[in-house]
């Protein structure tokens, strides 16, 4: 035979999950919660339940508020789990790379700045490249962005140029990124919302969700490789074409 379930009291289950008895049962009124299994007078809760109250506090602590959680309930028929997949999901970020911290100094080194380090981390502040830490340190973001300026200024370009292109990067990376964000509203959230938010849909939006990073990176590498080919070959070769006319014109002497 299997373990018995332990049955918990609503007072018990209050006690244990740290929620009062009064907000258990406003969650049973709106249907957060499955209802308890009865016996005589007494309502009895079990790991259901509890998970169920885990959950919810879960989704409050991101934002969600109770009427989007009962409507993600829904759509999932109940299931703790899909709507916990589906809402990590949507969270999940979508860069691969672990932010490592690094000091003022350490950016100042790197950029050569100066007396203008400052200003510079302000500027990075504002793009995002860097959160700045309680301890006065700051969070990189992107290691890799950060190598890349740890390069360009060994090419002898300044860091105020690298940020400057590192600020037009973000416009169009921005511009592109809600490309992507319509693309998945328009083509599968709202005909997924139009047809009532059928449950056995919502593990396929979750899952069209989860193939869209992948999707979404691979697209605008190859985009751009494509673009940073054409845009190389036609500025060079404008540049080459120039050092040939001035050849020729010297030869001409």
Same mark, same amino acid.
């Given at each position: 035979m299997g373990a018995r379930v332990e049955e918990l009291t609503i007072d018990e289950l209050a006690r244990r999950s740290g929620m009062t008895v009064r907000n258990i049962r *406003?969650?049973?009124?709106?249907?957060?919660?499955p209802a308890p299994d009865v016996r005589g007078r007494t &309502?009895?809760?079990?790991?259901r339940h509890e998970t169920?109250?885990?959950?919810?506090r879960e989704l409050q *602590?991101?934002?969600?508020?109770l009427e989007a959680i009962s409507r993600l309930l829904d759509s999932a028929? &109940?299931?703790?789990?899909?709507?916990?997949r589906f809402t990590r999901a949507v969270k999940a970020p979508f860069e691969d790379e672990q932010p490592q911290i690094v000091s003022a100094a350490e950016l100042a080194d790197r950029w050569n700045a100066g007396d203008s380090a400052p200003r510079l981390l302000r500027k990075a502040e504002k793009l995002g490249i860097l959160r700045?830490?309680?301890d006065g340190n700051f969070e990189e973001l992107s290691p890799r962005l950060g190598q890349a300026s740890a390069e360009l200024g060994a090419l002898g370009i300044p860091a105020e140029t690298a940020?400057?292109?590192a600020a037009q990067?973000?416009?169009h990376s921005e511009a592109v990124a809600k490309s992507f964000v319509s693309l998945f509203i328009d083509q599968i959230w709202k005909p997924f919302k139009d047809q009532g938010s059928p449950e056995t849909d919502l593990p396929a939006v979750r899952e069209a969700l989860e193939r869209l990073r992948p999707l979404a990176s691979d697209a605008l590498l190859a985009m751009f490789q494509l673009v940073m080919t054409e845009a190389v070959e036609e500025r060079m070769g404008r540049e080459v074409e120039r050092i040939e006319k001035r050849e020729g014109s010297r030869r001409r002497r």
């Open positions: *406003a969650h049973q009124s709106r249907g957060l919660l &309502g009895f809760y079990g790991p169920r109250i885990g959950l919810i *602590a991101d934002g969600f508020k028929g &109940g299931s703790s789990e899909e709507v916990l700045p830490l309680p940020l400057e292109v990067l973000r416009r």
